[in-house]
Structure formats: C-alpha cells, structure tokens
C-alpha cells in the first residue's frame, strides 16, 4: 500500500506566496517522478509542475516564473513554492508519485484558494 499526503494549502491574498509539501509513504520500491497538478471547480485536473528522479522538470506555461517544485525522493517528498498568486491559481492541488514497478498514486488533495 502507498499512501500520498498534501499540506499546505490556505487561503491568500493575490500576490502571496505559499509552500505545498507531499510525503509518500508504504511500499515504496522507487520513485520515478512526482509532482503536482489541480482542478479548479468545473475544469479537468491539469499539470502544474512536475519532475523525475533524473532532475528533469517540467512546468504548465500558466505558472512558469512563479512556481518552483523540489523534491527529496530519499524522503520520498515533493514541495511547491508558489509566488504571486493570483485568483486563477484557485484550485484544489493533488500530488501525484510515480513509483517504478508499481504505477500512479494520488493523494487526496489541499485547497488553494487565493482571494482578489
């Protein structure tokens, strides 16, 4: 069993920052990648930023210059500063681990809400 566990989330004023944290725990043979996305109410789910144990990264256009995700797959962890925020980074935000061998986890999300 893998469990995947976000903190973090809140509520902010535009232009202010926050810091997501994702731990996974259990059976854990090696991650491949982790990262996060969200969904805003009446949207599909979509990347936000993303890397893998190789330390490529990958960001959505829509936050490049103000987001910033590290990891520590030793700690089996994944964070996401997030800077100048702005209503339309309201969203719901899932972590998603890649494990080698294993598949998809998802963890069950934390609210961003950043108010104008």
């Known amino acids: 069993q893998v469990r995947v566990v976000e903190s973090g989330g809140g509520l902010v004023q535009a232009g202010g920052s926050l810091r997501l944290s994702c731990v996974a725990s259990?059976?854990?043979?090696?991650?491949?990648?982790m990262g996060w996305y969200r969904q805003a109410p009446g949207k599909q789910r979509e990347l936000v930023a993303i890397s893998d144990d190789g330390g490529s990264t990958n960001y959505a256009d829509s936050v490049k210059g103000r987001v910033t995700i590290s990891s520590d797959y030793a700690k089996k962890t994944v964070w996401l500063g997030m800077n100048s925020l702005k209503p339309e980074d309201t969203a719901v935000y899932y972590c998603?681990?890649?494990?080698?061998?294993?598949?998809?986890?998802w963890g069950q999300g934390t609210q961003v809400t950043v108010s104008s």
């Open positions: 259990g059976t854990i043979s090696r991650i491949y990648a």
């Open positions: 998603r681990t890649v494990i080698i061998g294993s598949g998809d986890y």
